[in-house]
């Protein structure tokens, strides 16, 4: 069955660097999702990407696909203490609009 | 644009009562919408989806008489958690999605719900 699988912490220094990372089962994805959750919110919504994209940059964000290894990663340049949230990864399923969330990893940036 | 508001944002209930969630999609036409839990430091949970006008698509597991989905119009789905016990609180989120734009779903900000 399908399965998205993430680390559950990532901590880094502000003005570093943050790369997530992201593992998934179904080959024929065709949309991969990053979202953020704040303490007690909703989800945000971040990028996305089409399975046929290797890479995705917006601003600050970066999203690099590798089909091969079904490994995504979201990279947070020059993060910040308000990056710190909860970052999802999802699929959506192939022949229908369900998506499958990943575990979800705690960022935390540290001052 | 693309905002899913939820009402209540949290509720405490007394055990056997039921409680209402209301869904909306602000600024444009949900066509589907979907009702996720989640629990405590963990994933989100899809519970059902909703298409307008028609019956609600269950995920396995999930008790259909006990959470009761409405998606009577393009902007609105509620969910009922009926005769709610201790096991049942957790935090709720819909989601919405466009027929124009059906590969992303808009997130509502979540209920939470503690039931006493």
């Known amino acids: 069955g399908e399965d998205v699988e993430q680390s559950l912490f990532l901590s880094v220094r502000e003005g570093d660097s943050s790369v997530i990372n992201c593992t998934y089962t179904d080959s024929s994805s065709t949309y991969l999702y990053w979202y953020k959750q704040e303490p007690g919110a909703g989800l945000q919504l971040l990028t996305y990407?089409?399975?046929?994209?290797d890479m995705k940059q917006d601003q600050r964000l970066t999203v690099l696909l590798n089909k091969k290894d079904k490994h995504l990663s979201l990279r947070i340049a020059d993060t910040q203490t308000g990056d710190s949230a909860i970052y999802f990864c999802a699929e959506r399923a192939s022949g229908t609009y369900k998506y499958i969330f990943g575990t979800g990893t705690r960022l935390k940036v540290l001052a | 644009g693309a905002v899913v508001s939820q009402h209540p944002s949290w509720v405490i209930c007394k055990s056997g009562t039921s409680v209402k969630i209301e869904c909306r999609s602000l600024d444009f036409q949900a066509t589907t919408m979907f009702w996720y839990r989640q629990f405590p430091k963990q994933s989100l949970m899809l519970m059902a989806t909703?298409?307008?006008?028609?019956?609600?698509?269950?995920e396995q597991g999930v008790e259909k008489d006990k959470f009761l989905i409405n998606h009577a119009s393009l902007t609105l789905s509620t969910l009922t958690v009926t005769s709610a016990h201790p096991e049942d609180s957790s935090f709720y989120i819909c989601s919405a999605s466009t027929s124009g734009e059906q590969e992303t779903q808009y997130f509502g900000p979540g209920t939470r719900l503690l039931v006493l």
């Open positions: 990407i089409f399975s046929n994209m």
């Open positions: 909703s298409n307008e006008g028609s019956k609600a698509t269950y």
